[in-house]
């Protein structure tokens, strides 16, 4: 089961997006109160986005030796990723509803070379918006033959490929007719499961992206418009899919934003 965005319960006098987006345009180019902040990372406590007052960081981070997690983590490897997996609308019986597409990239480094064999997860509302979680209340219609999630590795020239559904937009509770732009979920595991790393993919000219407190959270205009896909003619399919292309980079003054380890979003 898939787990969507967090929400809070939606309560009269909840602020508006009007207000929402002044708080958004009053906050740029402000630093963080977090102890842990850098300029290449999200705000994390983020007034537009309500619930990170309460959840961010008060205190310096605190090294923690990585063998206590890895004996309790997933174990992951080449030969359990099946080829199937990349492919996103073949996971049930029948044909899943919405606008195929087409999602490749590549996993690099901050000289541009190319990372192999990296697993790779993505997890994605359906074409409704809604996603197949116990907890989404969003009335939209579940699709039986979706599930919203799919894993691959990355060849040897660093690239993943994945065929899906384009997710749709979907309502929070973030303040007053609050609604997440498109976006599909990407994890990137590394070498071990300490080393996950969880981003975020949007879409071109998607007008909900300057209201949305999570992506404008982000401070740097630069890194923001990394988490950004481009449409590729020469990628999609005739008469099937749509083909769009998305890098991602690990290190270096280019490196793809990554969410925070304290975030559930």
Request: proline share 9%; charged share 25%.
């Amino acid at each position: 089961m898939l787990a969507p965005c967090a929400e809070g319960g939606q309560r009269e006098g909840m602020t508006t997006q009007a207000e929402i987006s002044a708080e958004i345009a009053q906050l740029h180019g402000k630093p963080s109160t977090d102890p842990n902040w850098a300029p290449h990372r999200a705000l994390t406590d983020y007034a537009p986005y309500r619930s990170s007052i309460l959840r961010h960081p008060t205190k310096d981070l605190h090294l923690t030796d990585p063998e206590t997690i890895e004996l309790t983590s997933p174990a992951f490897g080449r030969r359990d990723v099946g080829e199937a997996e990349s492919d996103l609308t073949t996971m049930s019986t029948g044909e899943p509803l919405g606008e195929r597409m087409v999602v490749e990239g590549r996993l690099l480094d901050g000289e541009g070379r190319p990372v192999r064999g990296q697993l790779i997860e993505v997890w994605q509302a359906n074409s409704a918006g809604r996603y197949r979680h116990k907890r989404d209340r969003h009335p939209a219609p579940l699709d039986p033959h979706f599930t919203g999630a799919g894993r691959t590795l990355t060849d040897d020239d660093g690239r993943y490929r994945f065929l899906t559904i384009k997710p749709g937009p979907y309502p929070w509770r973030n303040h007053v007719n609050a609604w997440r732009p498109a976006h599909i979920h990407f994890s990137v595991f590394g070498d071990a499961f300490t080393q996950r790393l969880v981003t975020q993919m949007y879409f071109p000219g998607d007008p909900l992206m300057p209201l949305d407190p999570i992506y404008q959270a982000i401070p740097d205009e630069r890194a923001r418009d990394g988490l950004i896909a481009d449409y590729d003619h020469d990628l999609t399919s005739p008469e099937w899919a749509l083909g769009y292309r998305w890098d991602i980079i690990l290190t270096g003054s280019r490196k793809t934003w990554t969410e925070p380890e304290e975030s559930d979003e």
